[in-house]
């Protein structure tokens, strides 16, 4: 898999994280390696206030990454 060489710490997710340039870029990745991943694999891209860069995800909606991280 290509993953991208530059990977970030984002303070949203408090771990490293895959970064993109732009959603293109992001969605480009998805694309090209969707059959490399092991179980769930990315199906969409979004934006990260945190790092201020594209990240991917295998969920399908934000609300179910919000109830992931609330307190």
Same mark, same amino acid.
């Given at each position: 898999? =290509? &993953?991208? &060489?530059?990977?970030?710490?984002?303070? +949203?997710?408090?771990?490293?994280?895959?970064? %993109?340039?732009?959603?293109?870029? #992001?969605?480009? %990745? +998805?694309?090209?390696? #969707?059959?490399? %991943?092991?179980?769930? =694999?990315? +199906?969409? #891209?979004? %934006?990260?206030? !945190?790092? !201020? !860069? @594209?990240?991917?995800?295998?969920? &399908?909606? @934000?609300?179910? +990454?919000?109830?992931?991280? #609330?307190?």
């Amino acid at each position: 898999m =290509a &993953k991208p &060489k530059h990977r970030v710490y984002c303070p +949203i997710a408090m771990r490293p994280k895959m970064v %993109f340039e732009t959603e293109q870029k #992001a969605m480009r %990745f +998805i694309e090209m390696n #969707a059959d490399q %991943f092991k179980g769930t =694999a990315p +199906i969409r #891209a979004y %934006f990260c206030k !945190g790092c !201020g !860069g @594209w990240h991917v995800t295998h969920r &399908k909606r @934000w609300e179910e +990454i919000r109830k992931r991280t #609330a307190d």
